[in-house]
């Protein structure tokens, strides 16, 4: 296998938001071997090293120097390890939810809730995914991947990845350290059904197979989430806020249907997209951008706006959101390449 990079790379259909955007350097190994010459390279040449994945938890500036590489490898492969466990260790080019069918398929367990979300699975431990009352640590036993600055191998135990909400250890000790390669998940081969998260339960039937839950959330995801290939959008734009139990309480007593859901002791969380709707935002659109009619929390391009547009109209929500609720909208997607405003 040889190393093909490619110059003036246009990354403009890489990325779920569409935004218009070139690569310097580009290169999509098609196994590890390849990876690991990629990263020789940047570091013999000091070129900061993006790795990007399916580009559905991204902001784009308009150019990206250095080297852009996108994991091509994607094989996957299951192993018995003890009575109703299995093993499957998946490769980080693999699509997720190609993935999470083909486990439910085989009547595996552990993924079902995760089906529809968007990119590969090496970008998965980044933000700890999570769905319908299901998170990636729920599942994983480890990281594999390369470091990026070192150029060795390394594995990152479940505990070690520090797995929060929407949050790893990819996000701040080692952020942007390391090209994951592969993963290893943990399946069950006996019944775990999870269907606590909102009306899930009442749209399964009493026995749910793996494949018919995750059938009922793709169902449930595709009433209020856009497609991505025909309205460019990232996903949930802001996380969902955290505050303590004091100022969930004030905010109850003047908002006494206010959804929140207890954390961690003295924790709450409250719903973002509530909190965007109940400002009036919900269809509001300025430019080339908008907040979406089904779903206040996901930001939609309708074409021809940049990078730079996207964040004020993104901060303009926010800002509404604080002078109203008083409460902090934290960016979901990892924004690269844009000059600060
Ligand atoms: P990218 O956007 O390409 O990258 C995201 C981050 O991961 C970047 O920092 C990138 O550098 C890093 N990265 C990617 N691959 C690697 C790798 N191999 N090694 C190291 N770093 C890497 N997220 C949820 O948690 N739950 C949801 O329900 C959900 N729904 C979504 C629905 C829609 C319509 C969309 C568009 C997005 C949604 N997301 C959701 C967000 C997104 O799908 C996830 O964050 C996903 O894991 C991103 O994968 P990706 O391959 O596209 O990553
Ligand atoms: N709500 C509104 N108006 C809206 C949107 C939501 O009132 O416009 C209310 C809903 O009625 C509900 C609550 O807010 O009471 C929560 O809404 P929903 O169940 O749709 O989930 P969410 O909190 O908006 C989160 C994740 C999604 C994930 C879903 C399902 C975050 C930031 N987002 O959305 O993840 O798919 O739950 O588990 O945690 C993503 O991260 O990109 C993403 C899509």
Redesign the pocket.
Known sequence: MTLEIQTEHDLSGFN?LRLPCVAARYVAPTDPGVLTSAIALARRNDWPV?????????ILGERLDGLVIQ?AFQRWQLEPIRKGRVKLTVE?GMN?HRLVMAMAEQDLWGLENLAL????C???P??N???YGVELSDILDAVH?VDLQEGCEVVFSRDECAFGY?DSI?KHAMEGR???THLELSLSTQAQPKLEYGDLARRVGNEPTPLEIANTVIATRQEK??D?AVLP????FFKNPVVNAAKADRLLSKYPDMPHFPQSPGEIKLAAGWLIDQCGLKGYRKGAFGVHEKQALVLVHRGGGSAQELMVFADGIARDVLERFGVVLEKEP?AIGLHPT
């Not at 993006?50 to 991204?58: A, D, F, R």
């Not at 959008?233 to 949930?236: F, Q, T, V």
Request: glycine share 20%; charged share 5%; hydrophobic share 45%.
């Open positions: 779920t993006l790795v990007l994945g399916g580009g559905s938890n991204l994991p980080a997720w979300i968007p990119g590969h090496g970008a998965a980044i933000q995914i999570g769905a991947g929407r990819f390391v090209a994951i989430l856009p991505p959008n990232a996903g949930s990892r």
